[in-house]
Each structure stands twice: as structure tokens, then as C-alpha cells.
């Protein structure tokens, strides 16, 4: 793993699961990412296409989507690299608890995955407190 941010929001799992689905809603809560588009339903297997600001669009597999509780997005690189991003939203009282994650591995993650993961890990690191601002101001 490279690196692990979390907040807590006031809003419930439900409310920051919807938050986070909303991919074209991305930009509100990430400081890097324009938007999400999913290319069918979010189900394990299915494509979603991420715009980073001043960068390309990337295609990134569903791993796991498990609503309101987690999702995993892995970027690879044929068999040899791969890139993970996931979130996992715990019950926290009345609130939830966002704990978002970076990895990366493969037998050539050094040179295909893991600058890229480094960067991430510095650029997304207030992705969390954002998006359960935004979630707990939803009514």
C-alpha cells in the first residue's frame, strides 16, 4: 500500500455512497479528478473512464463495488503492473467514516505504477474530508 487518508462525515453511509457514485459530480471533491463516467452499472467488472484535470482519461475496472460500504478501481498494465484506488465507508454513529486507499504492485509496478501512485497519494490526500463535507451538507 502506498498510502491511507480518512475523515469523518456526518452523513450516513447511504449519502456518501451517492456522493461517490456520482462520478460526474467528481470535481466537488477531488482535487484532482474532473469526472467519473461508468460505462454500464458500478458492478465488479464493469469500465469506468476517470478525467483528471490537466491530464488524459483513463479506463479503470470496477473491483469491487459493494454500495454503501466500499469501491475499488484497478488501472493494469497487462500482467505485469497494477494501480488501485479504493474507498470504504464505515458506519460511524450517526455518521461514516472514509478511509481511502492507494496501492500498487506487479513485478514492474516499480516503473509503470508506482510514480504514478506516489503522486496520488500526495494530490488526493484532502479527497476524503472533501467529499464528507459535501456529503454531510446534502439534504
Do not use: Y
Not at 61 to 79: I, K, Q, S, Y
Amino acid at each position: 500500500m502506498f498510502g491511507s487518508t480518512s475523515a469523518r462525515s456526518a452523513a450516513p453511509p447511504e449519502r456518501v455512497w451517492e456522493r461517490l457514485a456520482d462520478g460526474l459530480r467528481w470535481q466537488q471533491w477531488s482535487a484532482t479528478a474532473e469526472w467519473m463516467v461508468v460505462e454500464s452499472e458500478l458492478v465488479p467488472g464493469a469500465i469506468v473512464t476517470v478525467k483528471r484535470k490537466r491530464g488524459r482519461q483513463t479506463a479503470f475496472r470496477v473491483e469491487e463495488a459493494e454500495a454503501p460500504r466500499r469501491l475499488a478501481l484497478r488501472l493494469t498494465f497487462g500482467p505485469v503492473a497494477w494501480l488501485r484506488l479504493a474507498w470504504t465507508l464505515e458506519p460511524d454513529g450517526t455518521g461514516t467514516t472514509i478511509v481511502q486507499t492507494v496501492e500498487s504492485g506487479g513485478r514492474l509496478s516499480r516503473w509503470l505504477t508506482d510514480p504514478q501512485a506516489r503522486r496520488g497519494v500526495a494530490a488526493w490526500d484532502g479527497d476524503p474530508a472533501r467529499l464528507a463535507e459535501i456529503a454531510a451538507g446534502e439534504r
